[in-house]
């Protein structure tokens, strides 16, 4: 089998400098720069500082949450709390980390492109979501305590700056609009010729099908947080019942985008699953077209199933039926994800290095995540275990042990091409036996609180579930501990690791076939596509 | 693009057609239709919306690719309303 797919002259990276894209210096060539590369970068550190803070809130809660009773801070504070930890790391963190950073770096390398479509629109983007979280920090006058949810009736009279804080998040989703535009075009018109849709890497299947729930699912919510300020502030009345409105109506028009937009969140990372897998597997993927086309199949049926968040709201008895039957088709595409990669790598020459761990981690994890899900979209078993820490446990194993070990599978695979140097694999792997032991201490413990009858959400709890939140809480400090070593190998890597050569890991795609870092202009002439990505036989020594 | 348009009497017509929809939803707003009452004002909506889409910006002439783009938004606003009703007409 060959192992190229492309014609033409090589290296593609022809008389870069060696430091590439990053030649430029200073605050101005970044905070004005229209590079594709150097705006992911900017997102991503952005993306990762809010990691770092929404994670702070989430040591806090555990670490109140070891005794029952009011102690550290009181009741309230701890509503403010869950709300920024879950508002911050969901819209600050989680949707826009990978499409946004890590898409916004690959897209145009893995196509062949020079830049994305509008690089002037990808600026702004970053700047309108910076807006939005100078907004949401304004917000922090009168603190949120609803919840990331933003539920009617509480939201429309608490005395929290609700509308604050939705419009920096109505900015937020703008910029997220502006991104899955801008990919979508670039994906449709900027493929390097010979790039057919059916020889496009798997990240770009992904980002594409992640786009069109961007474009299509963020309005909704935009639309629905004005709605909830014109309650607000005009008194107009479209969620009190008292004025003819709703409450429910709210919850429906939320999850129409909050349902959607978790698979905003998953999908790019199940792209970079699929990229990592056949590298280290030195196997050609199995089943491309089943993986590529289950991508679209879940951002479609994503937007069929909102209805199951809303089971016990006391929504008509059919269509909680509709939905919960509905919500068994989004694991049919996924579960077809789950088996190809299992089929990639069977017989495959696999190796361990640090982004295969995180890769397998995410298989493993969410599976878990995902598998529970299915416990939860069963009207019955929902009723049972609705708004407990079993809720919490199932979308941790899917954020976390999905979204964020695809996220940090996808940083350990492309740190060389970011940066130019090679991360040390000896940081590397404790950072992640301590990440993976601390996350499972921490959230399987949850499983069991939830099916316990431990509700969410609030700061009391029976003496009884102590134990067990104990163990929780050590969890969170070994979890917090890999994150902290994993930080400091990224620190490391970035002013000591060795100069990486254009492709340490020996991969097909053509970003991997640039120089690292890759030059302004990505490639000195586009190449000419012949094959597909994923043209591995055997490992090459 | 001019030489392929409807031409300015076409582009007046549609107009014409458009305030002659306005006026017979607001005269449908005084009959007693029940539940109807909101479908026909929809239905009005929609072929007008539709006039402006297909002339004032020129779907008509566009390619199959735009038609995509244009027409998928439409299927998932009849999801969401179709949706919600699932929930309101059977509580």
């Known amino acids: 089998m060959r192992e190229t797919m492309w014609s033409g002259e090589r290296p593609l990276n022809g008389n870069a400098s060696p430091r590439g894209y990053l030649e430029e210096k200073g605050f101005w060539a970044w905070a004005y720069t229209l590079d594709h590369k150097r705006i992911g970068v900017m997102y991503l550190y952005t993306t990762l500082f809010f990691f770092l803070v929404g994670g702070v809130f989430a040591l806090l809660i555990r670490i109140k949450l070891m005794f029952p009773g009011q102690h550290i801070f009181t009741n309230q504070t701890y509503n403010v709390m869950f709300t920024m930890h879950g508002a911050l790391m969901i819209f600050l963190f989680i949707i826009p980390a990978i499409p946004s950073g890590l898409g916004n770096f690959f897209i145009p390398l893995q196509i062949g492109a020079r830049d994305v479509a509008f690089p002037r629109l990808n600026l702004m983007s970053y700047w309108v979501f910076v807006a939005g979280i100078v907004v949401i920090l304004f917000s922090l006058v009168r603190p949120m305590d609803t919840g990331w949810t933003f539920y009617t009736p509480y939201s429309a009279r608490t005395s929290a700056d609700v509308t604050v804080l939705s419009f920096g998040i109505f900015l937020i989703g703008m910029s997220s609009i502006l991104t899955g535009l801008n990919f979508l075009v670039t994906i449709h018109k900027l493929r390097a010729p010979g790039m057919t849709w059916h020889r496009m890497p798997l990240f770009i299947w992904s980002m594409y099908a992640t786009s069109i729930i961007q474009v299509l699912a963020t309005p909704v919510v935009g639309i629905t947080f004005l709605l909830l300020a014109m309650e607000r502030v005009l008194g107009v009345g479209f969620f009190d019942p008292a004025k003819g409105g709703d409450p429910i109506l709210f919850q429906h028009f939320f999850w129409f985008y909050s349902h959607p937009v978790v698979y905003v969140m998953i999908l790019p990372a199940m792209g970079i699953i699929s990229e990592v897998i056949p590298v280290f597997s030195r196997k050609p993927i199995f089943g491309y077209k089943a993986i590529a086309y289950s991508s679209v199949a879940i951002a479609l049926f994503g937007f069929f199933v909102w209805g199951h968040h809303m089971f016990v709201t006391g929504m008509s008895g059919t269509a909680a039926i509709i939905f919960s039957l509905l919500t068994y088709s989004v694991a049919i595409p996924t579960a077809i994800k789950v088996f190809n990669w299992l089929a990639t790598m069977y017989r495959g020459s696999i190796t361990f290095e640090s982004p295969m761990l995180y890769a397998l981690t995410f298989i493993f994890l969410f599976v878990v995540g995902g598998l529970t899900g299915m416990y939860l979209g069963a009207l019955g078993a929902d009723i049972h275990v609705h708004d407990t820490y079993f809720i919490v446990a199932h979308f941790h194993y899917t954020m976390v042990g999905g979204t964020v070990m695809g996220l940090l599978a996808g940083l350990h695979f492309w740190f060389p091409k970011m940066t130019g140097r090679m991360l040390g694999e000896k940081m590397a792997r404790p950072a992640w036996l301590l990440m993976f032991i601390g996350f499972n201490v921490t959230f399987f413990t949850q499983f069991i609180l939830g099916f316990e009858g431990m509700p969410r959400r609030y700061a009391e709890y029976p003496a009884q579930y102590q134990a067990l939140n104990i163990v929780s809480t050590v969890g969170s400090w070994v979890l917090a501990t890999g994150v902290l070593i994993m930080f400091a190998n990224f620190v490391r890597g970035l002013f000591r690791g060795a100069p990486a050569p254009p492709n340490p890991w020996k991969a097909l795609s053509l970003d991997w076939q640039t120089g690292s870092p890759p030059p302004t202009e990505n490639f000195r002439e586009i190449p000419t596509v012949t094959d597909w990505p994923y043209g591995y036989a055997g490992r090459q020594t | ?91």
Do not use: C
């Not at chain 2, 038609?67 to 439409?74: D, H, I, M, Q, R």
């Open chain 2, 1 to 91: 693009m001019k030489e392929h348009g409807p031409g300015n009497v076409g582009y007046i017509a549609v107009w014409a057609a458009l305030v002659v929809l306005t006026a017979a939803t607001v005269a449908v707003s005084y009959v007693h239709l029940g539940m109807m009452n909101i479908v026909v004002a929809l239905l009005i909506a929609s072929v007008k919306a539709s006039l402006v889409a297909l002339f004032f910006m020129h779907l008509r002439r566009e390619s199959r690719l735009v038609w995509g783009f244009a027409l998928t938004p439409v299927f998932f606003l009849v999801l969401i309303i179709a949706g919600t009703l699932s929930d309101t007409l059977f509580r």
